[in-house]
T-cell receptor, first 119, second 116 residues
Framework: DAGITQSPRHKVTETGTPVTLRCHQT?????MYWYRQDPGHGLRLIHY???????DKGEVSDGYSVSRSKTEDFLLTLESATSSQTSVYFC??????????????????FGPGTRLTVL | GENVEQHPSTLSVQEGDSAVIKCTYS??????FPWYKQELGKRPQLIID?????GEKKDQRIAVTLNKTAKHFSLHITETQPEDSAVYFC???????????????FGAGTQVVVTP
């Protein structure tokens, strides 16, 4: 697996509390993504980053914010968690210039995921 | 924006039979179509991909076909084995700019169950 870690791996929190999920990569990839995975919906893009301090919204960005202050870290924040944000969150990375497996340049490598439960 | 539909949502096959999963996309400018496999409790991993200038690609027991005119692409798994049991996701890369390079639109997934 590419050098991607996510923390925490599991979290249970209460409605209304702030939550921050961290994605850390050691591959020096330019692009980073946050997805949520829910049954029947596949993987839906929340936010993505195309460089340090460069981020943009995905298809389900409401209620989420992100920050990328350095290449290796991409943070996802739920300012005030709601039960509808209970999900499994995956981080992914990609880069057209670098690819640890030597496969074509478009591959996205996923982190191990974070299971978030909002009560 | 790009919309990807995937069918069926579940697929049960006998070991040794073939499995076919189909996806359609809406953006005719999409030019890259990967397939990811996700085993239970694991992360999605790329298994095969195809670019729009190619009609078919094979890798051992798996193959992907692309029909640009009809805007659909399919995953074919032959001689299925129990270890092929997983969720499979198709994806399409929509019209891109330098900043949005690499963004993927995923289908909803297909749960494949291979029974011995």
């Amino acid at each position: 697996d590419a050098g991607i870690t996510q923390s925490p791996r599991h979290k249970v929190t209460e409605t209304g509390t702030p939550v921050t999920l961290r994605c850390h990569q050691t591959e020096n990839h330019r692009y980073m993504y946050w997805y949520r995975q829910d049954p029947g919906h596949g993987l839906r893009l929340i936010h993505y980053s195309y460089g340090v301090k460069d981020t943009d919204k995905g298809e389900v960005s409401d209620g989420y914010s992100v920050s990328r202050s350095k290449t290796e870290d991409f943070l996802l924040t739920l300012e005030s968690a709601t039960s509808s944000q209970t999900s499994v969150y995956f981080c992914a990375i990609s880069d057209w210039e670098k690819n640890p497996s030597g496969s074509p340049d478009h591959e996205q490598f996923f982190g191990p995921g974070t299971r978030l439960t909002v009560l | 924006g790009e919309n990807v539909e995937q069918h069926p949502s579940t697929l049960s096959v006998q070991e040794g039979d073939s499995a076919v999963i189909k996806c359609t996309y809406s953006d005719s400018a999409s030019n890259y179509f990967p397939w990811y496999k996700q085993e239970l409790g694991k992360r999605p991993q790329l298994i095969i991909d195809i670019r729009s200038n190619v009609g078919e690609k094979k890798d051992q027991r798996i193959a992907v076909t692309l029909n640009k005119t009809a805007k659909h692409f399919s995953l074919h798994i032959t001689e299925t084995q129990p270890e092929d049991s997983a969720v499979y996701f198709c994806a399409a890369r929509p019209r891109k700019t330098t900043d949005s390079w690499g963004k993927l639109q995923f289908g909803a997934g297909t749960q494949v169950v291979v029974t011995p």
